[in-house]
């Protein structure tokens, strides 16, 4: 069964590229997402479905989409990581593994920045990568996918 994975990216990760560089990278959202594309195709015949959003409550109603359909998260809550207990509420409620990225290491910048509302509800965490990050959580879920599957009855050998 082909893997459908959900990149969401939270507010203002739409101006990556311009957008402090010195924190964020000199990549843009879409080169981001196509890298990410393209490799998750490749290498594991998974689909990634990429969106950004700025508002709170329609990257809730995302999230709460993404039940129906996608085997994993890989989220950037940007600004809500701080501050959005709504969006870690949302994120509990998922039935499916979640990893939470940062481009920057936010325990290396503003003392505001060190606590995660969102990362209690995550199977894990990856910061301070810069885009290389979202690659790190698709090799995370690659192995979940694959630790779970080789637990399951139907996948061991006789």
Same mark, same amino acid.
């Given at each position: 069964?082909?893997? +459908? ?24 959202? $879409?080169? @981001?997402?196509?890298?990410?594309? +393209? ?30 359909? %996608? ?18 509420? $949302? ?14 290491? @936010?325990? +290396? ?9 969102? $990362? ?19 090799? $995370? ?6 630790? +779970? ?5 139907? %996948?061991?050998?006789?």
């Amino acid at each position: 069964m082909t893997k +459908r994975i959900f990149v969401v990216h939270g507010p203002n990760l739409n101006l990556l590229g311009e957008r402090e560089p010195e924190h964020y990278g000199a990549l843009t959202l $879409a080169e @981001i997402n196509h890298r990410l594309q +393209r490799l998750a195709q490749t290498r594991w015949g998974w689909q990634v479905h990429a969106e950004q959003y700025n508002g709170e409550g329609p990257l809730i109603a995302a999230l709460h989409r993404a039940r129906t359909w %996608a085997h994993g998260v890989v989220i950037n809550p940007g600004g809500y990581t701080h501050t959005s207990i709504a969006l870690r509420d $949302a994120l509990t409620a998922l039935p499916i593994p979640v990893v939470e990225v940062h481009l920057s290491n @936010i325990h +290396r910048r503003e003392t505001f920045r060190h606590t995660s509302y969102t $990362a209690a509800a995550a199977w894990g965490v990856i910061a301070g990568f810069g885009w290389y990050g979202y690659v790190l959580a698709l090799e $995370a879920l690659a192995h979940y996918f694959a630790s +779970r599957e080789a637990s399951t009855p139907s %996948a061991q050998k006789p």
